[in-house]
């Protein structure tokens, strides 16, 4: 499905196809990941939630991605225990000559309401401590929340938090 | 040597033994037709029910370099002084475990080991030990060191033991090979042993976490063939020989390893002692290792610069016996093919930091707690005190570890006594009350989440939070019900009596819902201006009834005590009659109005919670103001709302029957100063910060009365309090200027926490 943004003109929105488009999904996260991922954790997601991945394209050649998935997730709630639907958000990447121009905010958007849409409850991620911007973005412009914070989650012995968007 | 295989590799890649050939099968037609019947649409070779995201990021590419092959930068594996860069630096296999002292592919110095290398090696070697201790695998730390893998180990043995000769009852080895040799064979038992015992401690006490403490293993051999008797042994040996064989004992290296050697010891004793407490020799046992604690401080303290002038002067020749005999890759085969943990190592200054810290722990936190924590709510501040310290694992282990054994806290102080005890003071209640059946079976109910209050401020930080909303506020929801029926059957009995236990449960109960809030901020958690106003606003709701609580308990602990001394002043004057025993009845009566110090610090703790209270509520009128004043944008998002953030929040409240649970609307109408005129507003904030910055100040000079040991706040923590309500009274100064100029200001808002883990300064810009 192809939708023009209304950000900025030249760029579409599609959804993922198939693993002709794997390669470009995982050049554009691999830039901008401070973790190594395999291409099998690519393929995980986008095989088992290909409704989840959107790419930003610019004249046919994809320019950003959102890449994520769905988990049933046990909460307690008034002290019973409860399954609900979680988004998560696993990647997002837009190629550097392509920020600031509200492209990420769209993609996250837009993921956003396709699982809103597929029942789930909340949505959630982690992101660096040190990467103010993803933060901001996540957190002014749609609402997460700071759930958790995370020590020494990440490989570089780096902290993170984890947000959460409620519906 | 390692370094010719590693640059002849790429020469003799295509060139296979004429054996290893005839045994390989080429499956390349195979492949190609497994590849054949993929296809776009269908990518996927193999079909199962459940592959979930742990089995992807797990799963590993044949062939792959770093994954499959371990394989690491050249550069990491060049010798001291090669330089390997840019497009030279391919990746290559780690080095194979060495098998012995004169391995194949690279025999380890000892027959060129000089003093000043033993001395560098035993540094290197802490370095190692804090990286255990830092969380990092043992394959990560300890296995880095290549005289510690059990083929090496059992080389040195076999060549420095010589026959045991028995002098004065004593075993002792006759000691072979040169005190070089010695020293690094002993610093290598030492560094195995405290290995163990480290992780046979933590795993014990079973409250790490992953960011804490790895607890796999990975199937590394371990050289078993000793015991902790036979290590000491030799490390003492060791430094007997030194003593014989040194002429000039004078120099930095000769104290490097003396000391470091020393402190080894100690820490091993000193950990293998407060691990092995048992009820009988308790105190004594304490006392012991807080002596050594300290006396080891001080000798690591005094031998910081002297290790600082040894590293900065390493000659080349160290430095590359150091390269060879430390390899951080050598067991990355063993760790396994999902990309792996950064290998990261401090600087041997900051190791010697943290060892400083690590043994001043042992005394402050451990021994110190033990020895003076008498009563629950010294132990209680204390143990906060100590949670925001940040003490390493292995000091929480031992704390959990020592914190209830032989069905004793501390194995000296029977739990429902402590809390009896504790009760019985609050509200200054006779014995009577607690020999009500009733009384004696909640009292036996309350002695595991009493347990779990005390245990829950050894967790990490940012642990405690999600224990204290997942569990423990729901267990003290059910205690609250359970203290009101034994209250009321107690009322029955007893018409005067007071709701105690309802009051002593809610008192716990509130302070748990206000750590937790407090712990949120802390940990930044809240992450807007408008979270953060909230946040304070709740914990200045949470501190208020807490306040009333204790009041409540002030007020009958006073009616009591007035009560009793009454009594006493009425068998007094009964007595007076007579003259024997009339004056000193009077003095009973004069003595039981005296406060008690465990009183005073009571009263120390209950003005600090008005401080709290006073900060959160002057932080709250300030963001009212700010938002009065245009400073703060208000944002709507699209997929939530405030109200849906404010529920989720707070959702783990919703189990306490008191204080009710907030909803957004009450936060709505709480925080609602619109009706206020906006000078009225800024000068009530003003005040606020104003009264905190009294309370600090009476804080600081009551402190100097009490031991400071036994309230939860510390003179620095005081110092950053008054920073803080300074801070926010000039700033606040600052917005009513130009408030004064112009009404709506123009401007922005920083949030300082930089000052105080808990409390902020709203710099306005």
Known sequence: MEEKPTEDSSIEFQDYMDESQLDAVMLLVTQDLSEPYSIFTYRYFLHRFPELCILAVDDGKPIGCVVCKIDQEEAIQNGEQRVMKTGYIGMLAVQSSYRRRGIGKALVRKVLERMKEMKCESVMLETEMSNVTAQKLYQRSFGFIREEKLVRYYLNWGDAYRLRLWF | ?765
Request: glycine share 4%; net charge negative.
């Open chain 2, 1 to 765: 040597t390692i370094w010719t295989n590693y640059q002849s590799v790429d020469d003799n890649m295509d060139e296979l033994p004429e054996e290893a050939e005839k045994e390989m099968v080429d499956i390349t037609a195979i492949l190609d037709d497994g590849a054949k019947s993929l296809t776009v649409s269908n990518p996927m070779l193999c079909n199962t029910e459940r592959f979930n995201l742990q089995d992807a990021m797990a799963a590993l590419e044949l062939m792959d370099p770093k994954m499959d092959c371990c394989e690491i930068p050249l550069s990491e594996v060049a010798p001291f002084g090669v330089k390997v860069d840019g497009d030279n630096d391919r990746l290559v296999f780690p080095r194979p475990s060495p098998t012995g002292l004169d391995d194949v592919v690279d025999p380890l110095p000892w027959d060129e080991l000089t003093n000043l290398d033993a001395a560098h090696i035993l540094i290197e070697n802490m370095i190692r030990l804090e990286s255990l201790l830092g969380g990092a695998s043992v394959v990560e730390s300890t296995y880095t060191c290549l005289y510690a893998h059990k083929p090496v180990v059992a080389d040195m043995k076999q060549r420095l033991t010589g026959p045991a000769s028995n002098d004065n009852g004593k075993d002792k080895q006759q000691m072979k090979g040169t005190l070089a040799q010695n020293v690094v064979y002993a610093s290598t038992l030492i560094l195995l042993e405290l290995t163990d015992t480290i992780r046979s401690i933590i795993l014990n006490a079973d409250i790490y976490e992953e960011e804490d403490f790895t607890v796999s293993t990975y199937s590394m051999e371990v050289f078993n063939d000793r015991d902790e008797g036979s290590v000491v042994n030799t490390v003492a040996n060791t430094l007997e020989y030194m003593v014989s064989e040194i002429d000039d004992k004078d120099t930095d290296e000769v104290d490097v390893i003396a000391q470091l050697l020393k402190y080894k010891l100690d820490l091993l004793a000193m950990s293998t002692t407060m691990a092995r407490l048992n009820g009988k020799n308790v105190r004594q046992a304490v006392e012991k290792v807080q002596s050594m604690a300290k006396q080891s401080l001080q000798a690591l303290e005094k031998l910081c610069p002297t290790i600082e002038r040894l590293e900065n002067c390493k000659p080349d020749s160290a430095k590359a016996i150091i390269r060879r005999v430390f390899d951080s890759h050598v067991n990355r085969p063993l760790v396994g093919n999902a990309p792996v943990r950064a290998i990261r190592f401090q600087t041997f200054q900051d190791s010697m930091a943290f060892f400083v810290k690590l043994t001043r722990d042992l005394d402050w936190a451990l021994c110190r707690m033990m020895l003076k924590g008498d009563s629950l709510d010294r132990i209680r501040r204390m143990l906060f005190i100590i949670s925001i310290s940040e003490s390493n694992i292995l000091i929480q282990s031992l704390i959990v570890l020592n914190l209830y054994f032989d069905e004793k806290i501390f194995g000296q102080y029977p739990l429902p006594a402590l809390i009896t005890k504790c009760i019985q003071r609050q509200f200054h209640l006779p014995d009577t009350i607690f020999t009500n059946q009733y009384a004696v079976a909640f009292i036996a109910r309350m002695a595991k989440p009493m347990y779990d209050i005390l245990k829950v401020m050894v967790l990490n930080r940012q642990r405690q939070r999600a224990y204290i909303e997942a569990v423990m506020l729901i267990d003290w929801t059910t205690l609250i019900r359970e203290a009101q029926l034994v209250d009321s059957a107690l009322k029955q009995e007893n018409p005067g009596a007071a709701p105690y236990f309802t009051l002593f449960a809610l008192t716990i109960s509130i302070f748990l819902m206000d750590h937790s809030v407090a712990l949120g901020l802390e940990l930044d958690l809240f992450c807007s201006e408008h979270e953060i106003a909230v946040a304070y606003w709740y914990r200045d709701y949470l501190l208020s009834s807490l306040i009333t609580q204790l009041s409540t308990i002030r007020q009958l602990k006073h009616a009591h005590k007035a009560a009793e001394a009454q009594m006493a002043e009425a068998k007094s004057k009964a007595q007076r009659g007579k003259k024997k025993g009339g004056k000193h009845n009077k003095k009973i009566a004069n003595t039981a109005a005296l406060p008690t110090i465990e009183d005073i610090e009571d009263d120390y703790e209950f003005l600090l919670m008005n401080l709290k209270r006073g900060l959160c509520r002057g932080t709250v009128r300030f963001m009212a103001a700010v938002n009065q004043a245009g400073l703060v944008k208000d944002i709507e998002y699209g997929f939530t709302s405030k109200e849906r953030i404010f529920e989720k929040r707070f959702e783990a409240f919703q189990v306490m029957p008191q204080p009710p649970p907030l909803t957004y609307a009450d936060y709505q109408q709480g925080s609602d100063f619109s009706t206020v005129d906006q000078n009225e507003l800024l000068k009530s904030a003003s005040e606020c910060f104003k009264a905190s910055k009294n309370m600090v100040d009476k804080l600081q000079s009551q402190m100097k009365g009490i031991d400071s040991d036994f309230v939860s706040t510390s003179e620095t923590d005081l110092r950053q309090l008054a920073k803080i309500s300074v801070g926010n009274t000039i700033y606040l100064a600052k917005l009513t200027q130009m408030v004064a100029q112009s009404g709506k200001c123009s401007g922005g808002l920083d949030i300082d926490m930089e000052s105080s883990v808990q409390f902020c300064t709203i710099k306005i810009t």
